[in-house]
């Protein structure tokens, strides 16, 4: 299984971002799958997540109502749309794909079982 997790860069606040994540080595449409992030001596902390079929969102509070999870399944690729960016956002984002048969979406990082690379995201204010 491979995650591969793109876009990320230097925004400023307020601004947008969209990062991807395309999957490979697995049966993407059946897969459950989330976006976690990690700053230097901090946890890995549940972004968001979307159900196999993608009718399914959940997000942290912290990001609720400024992140959209998407996905398309026929591009096996999952997406990351980031609207009013603020300096707190800052991490690494990484995308993680669940244990095939997860039916709910898992909010912590134990739920999964692939990782992609991580994709940095800085937020200038």
């Known amino acids: 299984v491979q995650l591969q997790a793109s876009g990320g860069g230097l925004v400023q606040a307020g601004g947008s971002l969209r990062l991807s994540c395309a999957a490979s080595?697995?049966?993407?449409?059946?897969?459950?799958m989330g976006w976690f992030r990690q700053t230097p001596g901090k946890e890995r902390e549940f972004v968001g997540g979307i159900s196999a079929s993608g009718l399914t969102t959940n997000y942290a509070d912290s990001v609720k109502g400024r992140f959209t999870i998407s996905r398309d399944n026929a591009k096996n690729t999952m997406y990351l749309q980031m609207n009013s960016l603020k300096a707190d956002d800052t991490a690494v984002y990484y995308c993680a794909a669940a244990r095939l048969g997860t039916l709910m979406i898992p909010v912590t990082a134990r739920g999964y079982d692939y990782w992609g690379q991580g994709t940095l995201v800085t937020v200038s204010s």
């Open positions: 080595g697995l049966t993407f449409s059946n897969t459950v």
